[in-house]
C-alpha cells in the first residue's frame, strides 16, 4: 500500500469507537426496548382519543334524545320519560366506558418495560 491511501490508524480507531458505541449489544436492547415502549405509548393515548371521540358522539346522542324526550313530556306523552331514562343510562354507561379505557390505557403504559 503506497503512504498516499493508507488510512490514518486514528480515523480507524474513530470508526471503531462509534460502531461500538452506536452497535453494541446493550445500546441496540435500550434503543429497541425504548422504541417498543414509546409505539405501546402512542397505542394507549390513540385508545384514549378514540375513547373521548365515542363519548362526545354518544354525549350528542343522548343530549338530542333527551332534548326530543324533555320536549314530548311537555307536550303530554309520558311515555317519553322512558327514552329520557335510557338516554341518561346511555350517557352513565359511555362515561363509565371511558372510565375504564383510560384505567386500563395507564395500566398498560405503567406495566411496560420503558427501557
Keep these: ?8 490508524p486514528q480515523v480507524i480507531d474513530v470508526i471503531n469507537q462509534a460502531q461500538a458505541a452506536t452497535m453494541g449489544a446493550q445500546v441496540v436492547l435500550t434503543s429497541g426496548a425504548g422504541k ?3 409505539s405501546v405509548a402512542q397505542s394507549t393515548a390513540i385508545a384514549v382519543q378514540d375513547a373521548t371521540d ?3 358522539n354518544i354525549s350528542t346522542i343522548a343530549t338530542t334524545a333527551a332534548g326530543v ?3 314530548q313530556m311537555l307536550a303530554g306523552n309520558e311515555q317519553s320519560s322512558t327514552a329520557l331514562q335510557a338516554a341518561q343510562e346511555m350517557m352513565s354507561t359511555a362515561t363509565q366506558d371511558f372510565s375504564r379505557i383510560g384505567a386500563a390505557a395507564a ?3 405503567r406495566e411496560f418495560p420503558s427501557g
Design 107 to 109: 395500566a398498560i403504559l
Design 36 to 38: 417498543a415502549y414509546q
Design 69 to 71: 324526550a324533555m320536549a
Design 54 to 56: 365515542a363519548l362526545r
Design 1 to 8: 500500500m503506497t503512504e498516499s491511501t493508507q488510512v490514518n
